[in-house]
């Protein structure tokens, strides 16, 4: 049953869930969290328009020469290189205005397509099969993340990897005074029941690096 007292928001968008309760409210926005997965989110009625969305990604200087962000990509970059062959094809999923993690991939030999809904539209990569596909500081932004995952992940072949980078919520989060809440144009928060419950669903194991790195492996 839903405890928040909205008969507007009914379910949660990562596991479907009505098992919700008010988590924070700030000036912004409130926030609720499912019981069953435990994703913190924002209801859809305080989501950004696109187009406010997108001037906020435009602001963004990221680009394959910034050393400081290849060091911060390098996160997720690592922990893939270790899965994969060469030869291996991959898919960087909302690659952004400045897509870096995909030269980095290119500069050791793979092959990396592009897509993301404002600077790289391209749905023919839905249709493709990949060896593996990152999602680097994009999963917070999404309105239909169980629509979204679920379908990246059946673009794996087998053995392939999932690699999601997102700041997830833990025990040492203070989320009134977290800076990651204050980007209004992240409206999910994961934790790690909530990557379990997507391992769990898939049937994939599962690699935890630090609190922003997790690796979905399918058998």
């Given at each position: 049953?839903?405890?928040?007292?909205?008969?507007?928001?009914?379910?949660?968008?990562?596991?479907?869930?009505?098992?919700?309760?008010?988590?924070?409210?700030?000036?912004?926005?409130?926030?609720?969290?499912?019981?069953?997965?435990?994703?913190?989110?924002?209801?859809?009625?305080?989501?950004?328009?696109?187009?406010?969305?997108?001037?906020?990604?435009?602001?963004?200087?990221?680009n394959p020469?910034?050393e400081h962000?290849?060091?911060?990509?390098?996160?997720?970059?690592?922990?893939?290189?270790?899965?994969?062959?060469?030869?291996?094809?991959?898919?960087?999923?909302?690659?952004?205005?400045?897509?870096?993690?995909?030269?980095?991939?290119?500069?050791?030999?793979?092959?990396?397509?592009?897509?993301?809904?404002?600077?790289?539209?391209?749905?023919?990569?839905?249709?493709?099969?990949?060896?593996?596909?990152?999602?680097?500081?994009?999963?917070?932004?999404?309105?239909?993340?169980?629509?979204?995952?679920?379908?990246?992940?059946?673009?794996?072949?087998?053995?392939?990897?999932?690699?999601?980078?997102?700041?997830?919520?833990?025990?040492?989060?203070?989320?009134?005074?977290?800076?990651?809440?204050?980007?209004?144009?992240?409206?999910?928060?994961?934790?790690?029941?909530?990557?379990?419950?997507?391992?769990?669903?898939?049937?994939?194991?599962?690699?935890?690096?630090?609190?922003?790195?997790?690796?979905?492996?399918?058998?």
């Amino acid at each position: 049953m839903c405890t928040v007292g909205l008969a507007h928001i009914s379910t949660c968008p990562l596991c479907y869930s009505q098992d919700l309760s008010s988590y924070y409210e700030d000036k912004d926005a409130k926030y609720l969290q499912c019981f069953e997965c435990e994703l913190v989110f924002v209801p859809a009625q305080y989501h950004l328009h696109e187009v406010d969305e997108k001037l906020r990604y435009d602001a963004h200087q990221n680009n394959p020469d910034d050393e400081h962000y290849r060091v911060f990509l390098s996160q997720v970059f690592d922990p893939v290189i270790t899965h994969i062959k060469q030869g291996a094809k991959g898919l960087d999923f909302g690659c952004g205005p400045g897509p870096t993690l995909s030269v980095m991939f290119e500069e050791q030999g793979y092959q990396v397509d592009l897509v993301d809904k404002f600077y790289a539209i391209n749905t023919k990569v839905f249709e493709k099969k990949y060896d593996f596909i990152t999602a680097t500081e994009v999963v917070e932004h999404l309105k239909a993340p169980r629509f979204e995952l679920d379908r990246l992940f059946t673009m794996l072949k087998k053995g392939g990897v999932l690699a999601l980078m997102t700041q997830q919520v833990t025990k040492k989060v203070v989320f009134s005074d977290w800076y990651y809440k204050n980007d209004l144009t992240h409206i999910c928060f994961f934790t790690e029941k909530s990557m379990r419950y997507l391992a769990q669903q898939w049937g994939s194991k599962i690699e935890f690096y630090r609190d922003n790195v997790v690796l979905f492996i399918k058998d």
